[in-house]
């Protein structure tokens, strides 16, 4: 209990300190935002090396005045989420990157519960910042779920995307799901060149829009 309390404790560490971070940008940057789980946050990895850092490191080579937040948080789902996105979207966001669902997936909870808790979040940062671009990332359940949930499952974030006309991204472990060499040994958190392909798929659909 310590122990995870102390984990809990560093993880909500890392978001104030990215947050203060952002603070101190010149007003003259943009931000992109990364709201997710353990996949945004590069669970098993150092922050550097999580697929947000890649994508800054992108930015910053290209010359472009956009600076990343990542606030990613390991087994967050789209309920912890939807209470926690207001607390985020206190700072200024001009790019959203949400990435939710795969622990809800995960836990089987009912498709329809987390469209709903999506579209929440996406109201929310269209309420607060209208001129803003939202990027979907879509999730899938494992197959051991059965098919027809899996199915189902799938089928909630191209629909999403299409009725809030929102920028997507299918799948956003495409090329590293079930890849034992991308994947840490829980074949399921992906490994730092799991990563890498993570930075190259959501770069696909970011870059439009810088």
Do not use: C
Not at 77 to 82: E, K, R
Not at 131 to 160: D, H, R
């Amino acid at each position: 209990m310590k122990q995870y309390k102390r984990t809990t404790a560093l993880k909500v560490a890392l978001i104030l300190l990215s947050f203060t971070a952002a603070a101190a940008i010149s007003a003259q940057d943009k931000n992109v935002l990364f709201f997710g789980d353990s996949i945004t946050a590069g669970y098993g990895l150092d922050p550097e090396d999580a697929f947000p850092a890649i994508i800054q490191q992108k930015i910053d080579s290209l010359g472009l005045s956009y600076r990343v937040t990542n606030a990613g948080l390991s087994g967050e789902t789209s309920a912890g989420g939807l209470r926690r996105v207001d607390w985020v979207l206190q700072q200024h966001v001009d790019i959203f990157v949400l990435e939710l669902g795969g622990n809800d997936g995960l836990r089987g909870i009912d498709p329809s519960s987390t469209k709903e808790n999506l579209q929440g979040i996406i109201d929310k940062v269209n309420q607060r910042y209208p001129e803003a671009k939202i990027i979907l990332t879509g999730m899938e359940a494992p197959p051991n779920m059965g098919q027809s949930y899996t199915e189902e499952f799938k089928s909630i974030f191209g629909e999403l995307a299409n009725e809030n006309d929102v920028i997507y991204l299918p799948f956003i472990l495409e090329g590293v799901a079930g890849d034992p060499e991308l994947n840490l040994p829980d074949g399921i958190h992906p490994t730092e060149e799991g990563h890498k392909i993570l930075a190259r798929n959501v770069w696909e659909v970011l870059e439009p829009v810088l």
